[in-house]
């Protein structure tokens, strides 16, 4: 089955400054790689999803890049502000039939200082 | 617009009872549906997963089961939990559309903590 390793585990920044959290995957029947944002007590939210006939997405202050061949895939979090931290999670996904099964990442730890 | 619901938002429940939580989905129809679990400080594990009606696949051997009664509804239940089923349990949903990915929502979440 698929496998996703994700890094840094904890990651520190000061306001203002880029974040990039990076994962891998294992699978190459994979095709699709969404990040959610969990913050403390609260559910997992999308903020930004890739499919994999694109290298790269971006949302404003949100960046990801995807790189096939290698199976790597990233997050990119620019002019970061206090309320983006959190914990944040990639994940990889191919099809079973018509359902589509995630298989997350084990989560990067964000904090954002003044 | 889609919505999804799920209760009890927690659940604290004592070793050998028995489990029901319920999650339904507004806005959409033929949905996929999952299960998840999430340990305190972990990522997310798949356990269940529904295309339609009466059809779950299960994705982890365990002391848990699913059901789908209806479309739009997707139950998780246990005859006698264990110590090791605490956490926090969300449903999700997604559209079906073809043979494509679609994106997985999430719903509020029940936390289940067992005495």
């Known amino acids: 089955g698929e496998n996703v390793e994700q890094h840094p585990s904890t990651l520190s920044v000061q306001e203002g400054d880029s974040a990039v959290i990076k994962c891998t995957y294992s699978?190459?029947?994979?095709?699709?790689f969404p990040w959610y944002k969990q913050e403390l007590g609260k559910r997992p939210q999308l903020i930004i999803d890739?499919?994999?006939?694109?290298g790269e997405k971006k949302d404003q202050r949100i960046a990801v890049t995807l790189n096939k061949t290698a199976k790597h895939f990233s997050l990119h979090i620019t002019e970061t502000q206090p309320e983006d931290s959190a914990v944040y999670f990639c994940?990889?996904?191919?099809?079973?039939?018509?359902?589509?099964?995630?298989?997350f990442g084990t989560g990067t730890r964000l904090q954002v200082t003044l | 617009s889609q919505t999804i619901h799920q209760w009890p938002a927690t659940l604290v429940q004592p070793v050998g009872s028995p489990l029901s939580l319920e999650c339904t989905v507004e806005?959409?129809?033929?949905?996929?549906l999952y299960w998840y679990r999430q340990a305190a400080g972990r990522g997310l594990q798949l356990l269940f997963y529904?295309?339609?009606?009466?059809?779950i696949s299960s994705e982890v051997p365990q002391n848990l089961s699913a059901s789908r009664p209806q479309d739009r509804q997707f139950i998780l239940s246990s005859k006698k939990l264990l110590l090791s089923d605490s956490g926090f349990y969300l449903c999700?949903?997604?559209?079906?559309?073809?043979?494509?990915?679609?994106?997985?929502?999430f719903g509020y979440g029940t936390r289940l903590s067992i005495l």
């Open positions: 994940a990889a996904s191919s099809l079973t039939g018509t359902a589509s099964k995630l298989t």
């Open positions: 999700a949903w997604s559209a079906r559309v073809g043979v494509s990915n679609q994106p997985q929502h």
């Open positions: 806005g959409t129809s033929n949905p996929n």
């Open positions: 529904s295309v339609g009606i009466g059809q």
């Open positions: 890739i499919r994999s006939n694109v």
């Open positions: 699978d190459s029947a994979s095709n699709y």
